[in-house]
């Protein structure tokens, strides 16, 4: 368990299934572990461990009386396994506290390898995969995007932005030598570069948005934290500027999606369309996944767009 626990973040990169497997193994470990050892059962009696098992059932009966019944089922059905994930986790950190130095180990190897090779990808028109013969890159040269080690799929800022709390959270939790520090300044900066580069707009809110909150709530600890900080800054808000196709897509693109327009901000359409949906059956809604089956009736002329 703790070795899978570990190779979550590496998995993620490789696609949902082996992630998917990883939880699924560790929550029938976790529930093994409790119907096998009668004073564990209580930890099932949590309060928030009771809230998320009435959560499920619910989604169990809203998917019960939707219109596709299956679709709905096929996210609502084994959310459990995320309940006893959970408490895997909780077991692991109580049993073996020292999980967290080699998670943070194999967190760390993964940011740096992702960040490096979309880096690489930006500015040569190559990642690793393309190198070895399973892919080829035209990301950076065609739509000023990159993929890096997740072939076809536009979400390497999506995978760092949403690591890199994590990876900062156990910076400050663990005592590290200078070695793995000046590794874990180097982490977040390639990481960040790799961010701005992705030209995922979302990814640099969120980036931004972490800055922001980290400026809030750590700068007091240590002034070497606004060494650490300022190149970070310096990159966001020049590097789009550098290079057109990041310009185009980044700062020129985002006039579409402040707009209140709806025919012109896919972003409002959609918060149109929930609106709408929500309004209609506010208390039980259309059930799990039923939303991409449903906004096409409530957006304009019925269409899908």
């Keep these: ?129 393309s190198i070895i013969g399973l892919n080829h890159a035209e990301a950076a040269n065609s739509q000023g995007r990159i993929s890096g080690l997740f072939r076809d799929e536009w979400v390497i800022g999506s995978y760092l932005v949403r690591l890199i709390p994590l990876l900062i959270f156990l910076y400050y939790d663990l005592y590290l030598n200078n070695k793995l520090k000046f590794l874990f300044y180097i982490t977040i900066c390639c990481s960040s570069f790799s961010i701005i580069l992705s030209g995922e707009r979302s990814a640099l809110l969120y980036l931004f948005f972490l800055i922001f909150i980290i400026f809030c709530f750590l700068i007091k600890k240590s002034k070497d934290n606004r060494l650490f900080f300022l190149p970070i800054i310096f990159l966001i808000f020049l590097t789009p500027f550098g290079n057109d196709k990041l310009r185009d897509r980044l700062v020129d693109g985002f006039e579409n999606h402040l707009s209140l327009d709806k025919d012109k901000n896919i972003y409002l359409k959609y918060f149109d369309s929930s609106t709408k949906m929500f309004l209609d059956k506010p208390l039980f809604g259309n059930g799990p996944k039923m939303f991409r089956e449903k906004c096409k009736y409530y957006t304009k002329n019925n269409s899908i767009d």
């Excluded at 409790?34 to 059962?41: C, K, V």
């Excluded at 928030?48 to 679709?71: D, K």
Aim: proline fraction near 3%; charged fraction near 10%; hydrophobic fraction near 60%.
């Design 1 to 129: 368990n703790i070795l899978l626990v570990c190779l979550i973040p590496i998995a993620l990169i490789t696609g949902p299934f082996l992630p998917d497997l990883f939880i699924s193994i560790l929550g029938l470990s976790t529930i093994y572990f409790l119907f096998s050892r009668d004073y564990d059962i209580k930890y099932l009696k949590n309060r928030i461990i009771t809230f998320l098992f009435m959560f499920y059932f619910y989604l169990i009966i809203i998917s019960l009386f939707s219109e596709n019944i299956i679709l709905s089922f096929e996210s609502s059905i084994f959310y459990f396994r995320f309940i006893f994930f959970a408490l895997c986790i909780f077991f692991i950190l109580f049993y073996f506290p020292k999980i967290k130095y080699y998670f943070f180990l194999f967190l760390l190897l993964s940011t740096l390898v992702v960040s490096t090779d979309g880096i690489v990808e930006f500015f040569s028109g190559l990642n690793l995969i």
